[in-house]
Structure formats: structure tokens, C-alpha cells
T-cell receptor, first 112, second 114 residues
Framework: QQQVRQSPQSLTVWEGETAILNCSYE??????FPWYQQFPGEGPALLIS?????DKKEDGRFTIFFNKREKKLSLHIADSQPGDSATYFC???????????FGQGTKLSIKP | GPKVLQIPSHQIIDMGQMVTLNCDPV?????FYWYKQILGQQMEFLVN????????KSKLFKDQFSVERPDGSYFTLKIQPTALEDSAVYFC????????????FGPGTRLLVL
């Protein structure tokens, strides 16, 4: 009951479009959901996160939409830029636990 | 932002040998983690460490694995002896506090066991 799933595996959008990355989870005890961005050869870096008490979190061009009832969340990247091309990982955790449960990642490509 | 360093970046060893992966966490961070990522698969939690002790370990953290941070230096993951299935990228992370505090990841050590 600890799985985190992401879709699609890969996504290509045109520069300026909104990219939508999806994530779902099974364990209703999860209450912290960070999204990490990873470039080739580097470690993942925190992009934005949300707690389960919220249904939306915005940070510039990045927005998380969270649906607790359906155990789903999505990351929207508005006005996509070529520099956003990376792999994005959705993760989940319990608030008082440190360990992160990661999804398989979505590889995002932005076409100029 | 804060940097976590990992040494070496790549390591190739023969099955059965010992390997030590080193992590230089963000200074003044107190919580340390190791994650394992097999090529093409998701990153999986191995272990977390605080105040000189293992707090939690997953089923992937076999008896051949050990972690320590002697005298506040590198946080290390030792595998002895190594097995073919240990080939993966190992990521170290650190955070100031536990819970939902941001975990900062290193660039990973790519381990190949032959």
C-alpha cells in the first residue's frame, strides 16, 4: 500500500504550452507530497511540495493540484520553457517520517 | 542552494568485494538518507540515520549493508560483500530536521558490480 504511480512515462509539449504531469498513490496516510526535478547526471532537486490539508499550491509557473478523496495530484507547468526539460518525480511521505516513496518519474521534453 | 557531495561518482568492482560510498551532507543537517535507483526504475528508500543511529531501514537494506557517520565526517554506506544486484545509482540526501523538511540530494554514485 505504499506505491506511488506517475503518468505519462514521457511527455513532449511545445514551448509556451502547459505541461500536466499526473501522480496517484495508494496509502491514505500519506500527507506530504514533494515534486522533484532531475537533470541528467544530477541528483533530484525539490521543485514544489504540498501538504494534504491543501488542494492547491502555486510557485511561479508551477502549480500542484491535489485531490485527497481520489488520492491523485498533478503538477502543472505553465508557459513551458526548454530549460524545463527534465525528469519529474512525484514522492509521498508521512508528515512525521523522513523517508520518501517515489514514483517512476515522467520525462518531460519541451520543443522550442 | 545547499549542496550534497558524493564520492566517488562512479565505482566498478568485482562481486564479493567491499565498497564504501561517501556522502558529504549539507553542513548542520542532522538527518541523512540513502536511496537506491536501478536503471529505469524508481528511486527506493534504503535507510535513514539520525544522532548516530539507524532510524528506519527498508527490506532493500540487506545485512551486507551498513551506514555510519564517524566523528561528523562523511556519511558512508558500506556494502560487504557486494552482489550483482547491488549495481545501481545510490543517492545520498540530508535534511535539517526530519519529517517534511526538504531533503537535499547529492548527484549519486553509479556502482557497477561485475
Amino acid at each position: 500500500q505504499q506505491q506511488v504511480r506517475q503518468s505519462p512515462q514521457s511527455l513532449t509539449v511545445w514551448e509556451g504550452e502547459t505541461a500536466i504531469l499526473n501522480c496517484s498513490y495508494e496509502n491514505s496516510a500519506f500527507d506530504y507530497f514533494p515534486w522533484y526535478q532531475q537533470f541528467p547526471g544530477e541528483g533530484p532537486a525539490l521543485l514544489i511540495s504540498i501538504l494534504s490539508v491543501s488542494d492547491k499550491k502555486e510557485d511561479g509557473r508551477f502549480t500542484i493540484f491535489f485531490n485527497k478523496r481520489e488520492k491523485k495530484l498533478s503538477l502543472h507547468i505553465a508557459d513551458s520553457q526548454p530549460g524545463d526539460s527534465a525528469t519529474y518525480f512525484c514522492a509521498a511521505s508521512w508528515y512525521n517520517q523522513g523517508k520518501l516513496i517515489f514514483g517512476q518519474g515522467t520525462k518531460l521534453s519541451i520543443k522550442p | 542552494g545547499p549542496k550534497v557531495l558524493q564520492i566517488p561518482s562512479h565505482q566498478i568492482i568485482d562481486m564479493g568485494q567491499m565498497v564504501t560510498l561517501n556522502c558529504d551532507p549539507v553542513s548542520n543537517h542532522l538527518y541523512f538518507y540513502w536511496y537506491k535507483q536501478i536503471l529505469g526504475q524508481q528511486m527506493e528508500f534504503l535507510v535513514n540515520f539520525y544522532n548516530g543511529k539507524v532510524m528506519e531501514k527498508s527490506k532493500l537494506f540487506k545485512d551486507q549493508f551498513s551506514v555510519e557517520r564517524p566523528d561528523g565526517s562523511y556519511f558512508t554506506l558500506k556494502i560487504q560483500p557486494t552482489a550483482l544486484e547491488d549495481s545501481a545509482v545510490y543517492f545520498c540526501a540530508s535534511s535539517g530536521t526530519g519529517g517534511s523538511d526538504t531533503q537535499y540530494f547529492g548527484p549519486g554514485t553509479r556502482l557497477l558490480v561485475l
